[in-house]
């Protein structure tokens, strides 16, 4: 009988040791270092899900809920992502959660990205 309770508590002291966001946040930062960006100009960068965070946070948005768009578009991302695929993206969280925020961001993205609509959109610069 000892030995059953002793194995019980080991149990749920081991279950501690794989709590689902853990995992899940473990799975997404594994996701994150397969997936390459692709930049206007073409060149290839690894996907970090902490850009769109602080993006996000610098349109306005709160840690928790810009860490929760973070991790949306990590959940979309794919190997080979257009850069302007992802902004699309972050633009319709910032949207779906405050209008406000999606202005700010193109707001920033036209006045000290110097972007314009077509940057904007996603399009290729010609």
């Known amino acids: 009988m000892g030995d059953a309770c002793g194995d019980l508590a080991g149990r749920k002291r081991d279950r501690k040791h794989y709590h689902p966001r853990a995992v899940q946040e473990s799975h997404l930062q ?5 997936v390459d960006v692709v930049k206007l100009d073409g060149r290839r960068e690894p996907f970090v899900r902490e850009k ?4 996000a946070m610098k349109a306005g948005a709160p840690p928790e809920e ?4 973070g991790e ?29 925020w999606e202005q700010n961001w193109l707001m920033y993205d036209r ?3 110097k972007r314009g609509a077509a940057a904007v959109a996603g399009l290729p610069a010609r």
């Open 111 to 113: 006045a000290v990205k």
């Open 72 to 100: 949306a578009i990590e959940r979309v991302a794919y190997d080979g992502m257009p850069s302007g695929e992802i902004r699309q993206r972050v633009l319709e969280q910032l949207r779906d959660r405050n209008p406000e």
């Open 30 to 34: 594994e996701v994150s270092k397969l």
């Open 66 to 69: 810009a860490r929760k768009i």
């Open 52 to 55: 769109v965070t602080v993006s």
